[in-house]
């Protein structure tokens, strides 16, 4: 199954009460259950963010937050980046990251952006050109490192 996948972008409120529970079923199935990492997800930066979403059909299989500079890092950041484990093999992680950049630059008028991100994760990453920033670091128990582009 390589399905084309439909991307939707939402502020926080215009979400509708469907599209917000897709979203935080997904990050709760993912960060929390699969990761087995019980921490409070629901963070009250959502308000913030712009939320973009990748649906295959009506199944919500990738979904990170866009942020301008100043709403959670000094520069502008892209955060709670998922894809569902069904669909990690399709490629859809690389798409999801070409379109929150390209969604950066267009939307929020934004070229340099931090992330925190997972360790494990530093190569996919880095192929999106994120150059790691920091020595690894714990948040939430699982080792993390900054990362910046451009």
């Known amino acids: ?3 084309t996948i439909r991307w939707e972008v939402d502020r926080f409120e215009d979400l509708d009460i469907y599209k917000l529970y897709k979203l935080l079923h997904l990050r709760a199935d993912v960060f929390v259950v ?3 990492c019980p921490y409070l997800d629901v963070d009250n930066k959502d308000y913030k963010a712009l939320h ?22 000094e520069e502008a950041s892209i955060g709670r980046v998922v894809v569902a484990g069904d669909f990690r093999k399709y490629g859809y992680g690389h798409q999801l990251m070409d379109k929150a ?8 008028n934004e070229t340099k952006i931090t992330i925190s991100g997972q360790l494990y994760l530093k190569s996919f990453y880095e192929y999106h050109g994120f150059i790691q920033t920091s020595e690894p670091y714990l948040e939430d128990d699982i080792p993390h490192v900054q990362m910046k582009r451009n």
């Not at 950049?101 to 929020?108: G, P």
Request: charged share 30%; hydrophobic share 35%; proline share 0%.
């Open 1 to 3: 199954m390589t399905d």
């Open 101 to 108: 950049i390209e969604l950066e630059e267009s939307l929020l």
């Open 52 to 73: 973009l979403q990748g649906y295959v059909g009506e199944t919500l299989v990738a979904y990170c937050r866009l942020f301008k500079r100043g709403d959670y890092f």
């Open 34 to 36: 699969e990761q087995n």
